[in-house]
């Protein structure tokens, strides 16, 4: 097994006014030649977004850009004609394939919006533009584990699907311990620590803190803890 820590006050930071953003990976204006991404993983944006505030209308292409919102509602558009609110609790995905462009607006005069953006490699390029959300409840819900996000023909139980061999699981953990199997003999998984405490392969994690795990078929995982794993091709 190999492994790589990511400690929550290492990540980058951007402070817009309008946006205050922590990126676990080089974004923007933070560049750190370490952080280039994990296998297939490429972005994970921690952002909150002040009221009446927003990004405008810019182009994506060849990526899987996932949307989970923690608080808050997040307005979408885009060139496709997709147009809806995602509110706490759900995820949005956008295969942006062959080219979208699209803007996220919160359009609340009050209330901040929270939320993380995933982007991950896709294993085709050029493909169909895709739009789907789904409202999985995963700040309530009690599951141990809550499948979100799965490869095209894989889902099981109404995950969203993306155009590649990654998944991404929210898992609860109230002080004890789980093992999470790993989909793939050549995938690695991510392991974002959203809130709590917990200990991942021996390794002790704080909240926003985050492991990559790889070169192993199972990850034991325990504390108390909500984690967002994200499985995903290390050799994209």
């Known amino acids: 097994m190999n492994t790589v820590i990511h400690r929550a006050h290492e990540r980058g930071v951007s402070e817009l006014g309008w946006l205050s953003s922590r990126f676990s990976f080089s974004f923007a204006d933070w560049y750190n030649p370490e952080r280039m991404g994990f296998g297939a993983l490429r972005v994970i944006n921690d952002d909150t977004i002040a ?28 060139s496709e004609g997709n147009r ?24 609340s005069p009050t209330e901040e919006l929270k ?30 584990e809550l499948p979100l996000v799965t490869p095209f023909g894989k889902a099981t139980n109404g995950e969203l699907m993306i155009n590649q061999n990654a998944w991404i699981t929210r898992v609860r953990l109230t002080d004890e311990s789980f093992e999470y199997h790993l989909k793939q003999k050549e995938n690695g998984a ?15 994690l ?10 192993t078929t199972v990850v034991v995982v325990s504390g108390e803890a909500v984690l967002l794993i994200i499985d995903v091709p290390m050799h994209a």
């Open 84 to 107: 809806g609110s995602v509110s706490s609790g759900e995820v949005q995905v956008l295969s942006a394939g062959v080219g979208v462009f699209h803007s996220e607006y919160n359009n």
């Open 190 to 204: 991510y392991i974002f620590v959203v809130t709590g405490n917990c200990s991942v392969a021996g390794n002790a």
């Open 206 to 215: 704080s909240e926003k803190d985050a492991i990559g795990v790889w070169d």
């Open 115 to 144: 939320l993380f953006q995933i982007w991950i490699s896709p294993n085709i390029t050029g493909a169909t533009v895709h739009y789907a959300q789904k409202n999985f409840d995963y700040i309530h819900a009690v599951e141990t």
């Open 51 to 78: 009221p009446n505030s927003g990004f405008g209308r810019h182009p994506h292409r060849d990526m899987e850009i996932i949307t989970m919102v923690m608080s808050g509602t997040v307005t979408h558009e885009d």
